[in-house]
């Protein structure tokens, strides 16, 4: 039984023939008058008005900081008076108030919208148990809080969880 070797010389074609093989293209010529050529614009970030960004973010931050606080009215003062969330608001922090002691802490806030009247931040919070005698799992939350305007004032009107992530230590 005799074995051969071929040598890469010995394979038919050659590296300019071969299927795959690397092709040189010509580059398209760029309009004379310095226009671009049928090339999209990138998507341009929304710009956001600053002062309105930072009241948002003030808002989400005095909620939190009422929460450390343990200060329902203070909370109930950053939501919104014709939100569905008000009755159950004061029922869940009068009790959460009453057992536990909680560490929030935000991780980041991010506008994603703001309207006329209405308003959209996505904010990533932990919250830990420091101390109680209720049962709590220490997580890590990802809202999206819709503010709408009360008057003059931003407030929290709904708050949907898109994800949360139990800590395990």
């Known amino acids: 039984l005799a074995t051969s070797l071929l040598q890469a010389q010995d394979l038919p074609g050659t590296a300019t023939t071969l299927p795959g093989a ?24 929304i710009k956001l008005d600053a002062a309105a960004v930072k009241e948002i973010e003030d808002v989400v931050k005095t909620n939190v900081h009422a929460m ?35 560490r929030y802490t935000l991780q980041q806030i991010e506008v994603k919208d703001v309207e006329p009247g209405e308003a959209k931040v996505e904010v990533l919070q932990v919250t830990q148990k420091l101390s109680g005698n ?22 929290i009107f709904s708050s949907e969880a898109l994800m949360i992530e139990y800590l395990r230590y």
């Open 134 to 155: 209720a049962a709590f799992r220490d997580n890590r939350i990802r809202l999206l809080h819709t503010l709408r305007r009360d008057g003059q004032k931003w407030k």
């Open 68 to 102: 450390s606080k343990r200060n329902v009215n203070l909370v109930l003062d950053t939501i919104h008076p014709e939100s569905p969330l008000v009755e159950s608001s004061k029922d869940m922090l009068t009790y959460i108030f009453a057992r536990l002691q909680l």
């Open 22 to 45: 690397s092709t040189t293209v010509a580059p398209e010529p760029k309009p004379a008058d310095g226009a671009k050529a049928d090339v999209p614009p990138p998507p341009e970030k």
